[in-house]
């Protein structure tokens, strides 16, 4: 009955005594008890999270404009010509 086994290494009876005259008696083995024990294990697992810092360095030339003034002429010859002579013995008729 429920799997139990006699475990004594004397058969059950009288007259089979120790040394304080008692009676040996087998032990009778029950079904194991499973008892559950929760344990919960904390763990440190380091992360490496790589910063990296860029740097970007600009130059900055403000352009400025002076003025140079210079001077310079230039000589242009205009001829204005009314025709020729014999033009102006035509117009006198």
Request: proline content about 5%; overall charge negative; aromatic content about 8%.
């Amino acid at each position: 009955m429920f799997g139990r086994r006699c475990c004594c290494n004397r058969p059950m009876g009288f007259g089979f005594g120790n040394q304080n005259n008692t009676v040996m008696e087998c032990e009778i083995i029950e079904p194991t008890i499973n008892k559950c024990v929760e344990q919960e294990c904390y763990h440190e697992v380091p992360h490496i999270c790589p910063i990296h810092t860029h740097f970007i360095k600009r130059d900055i030339y403000n352009h400025t404009y002076t003025p140079r003034y210079t001077c310079s002429q230039e000589n242009q010859v205009v001829n204005n010509d009314c025709g020729s002579c014999s033009g102006l013995a035509n117009n006198n008729q």
